[in-house]
């Protein structure tokens, strides 16, 4: 699977938009970008994942740029319930292996 | 979507002690279960694959004689730390993959088993 690099935290406020920037640069035309989160003493969980189309669901909204060696993940209102580490993976789509998770980012939502 | 399963979700025990924590699929078949752990402040690392009916497979520098692997089942999976020490101690956790008609899956976690040793 491709590397990525994200910024090891950020700050949000309370009802504001969080934008989460991912780079992967070397990926391949087949793999997806998948983003995970996971929330202090918790399991991992699935947020959203695109290959070069934009994407939208109820938790958030994936940006792949053209070139697809950098997306985004858009919170769109950020809650306190938000602060969490968010991990983006790059990975062939129901490969059915494992992950490999890196630093992620620590993102913390501030009233 | 798919339910993934641990228990305990917390457990402490003394140094030397085995400690057994299980993984389930609830609604969906496994025959392949990952096992990670975590430090604090740390990422995710894989420990090893699950197998089901055949021996586990195990990452570099995770010994296989420490944490034992038995993939009873295609719902169960059970990670047992042997001879615990106090640098064993760790939040563990474990995914599947839900098999879909093309034979591939998403990942799924559980929500992890916190170890203390003493």
């Known amino acids: 699977d491709a590397k990525t690099t994200q910024p090891t935290s950020m700050d949000c406020a309370e009802g504001r938009a969080a934008n989460l920037p991912c780079n992967h640069s070397?990926?391949?035309?087949?793999?997806?970008v998948y983003w995970y989160r996971q929330i202090h003493s918790q399991g991992p969980q699935y947020i959203i994942h695109g290959l070069k189309n934009n994407e939208t669901n109820e938790m958030a909204s994936l940006i792949i740029t053209e070139d697809r060696k950098s997306s985004t993940l858009i919170l769109p209102h950020a809650t306190l319930r938000d602060t969490a580490v968010y991990y983006c993976i790059v990975r062939v789509k129901n490969a059915g292996n494992m992950l490999t998770f890196g630093g992620g980012t620590r993102l913390m939502v501030k009233p | 979507g798919a339910v993934v399963s641990q228990h305990p979700s917390w457990v402490i025990c003394k140094s030397g002690t085995s400690v057994k924590i299980e993984c389930r699929s609830l609604?969906?078949?496994?025959?392949?279960m990952f096992w990670y752990r975590q430090f604090p402040k740390q990422s995710l690392m894989l420990m090893a694959t699950s197998n089901e009916g055949s021996k586990a497979t195990y990452e570099q520098g995770v010994e296989k004689d420490k944490f034992l692997i038995n993939h009873a089942s295609l719902t169960l999976s059970t990670l047992t730390v042997t001879s615990a020490h106090p640098e064993d101690s760790s939040f563990y956790i474990c995914s599947a993959p839900q098999i879909g008609d093309r034979g591939l899956g998403e990942q799924y976690f559980g929500p992890g088993t916190r170890l203390t040793v003493t």
């Open positions: 070397t990926i391949s035309g087949n793999e997806y």
């Open positions: 609604d969906f078949q496994a025959t392949t």
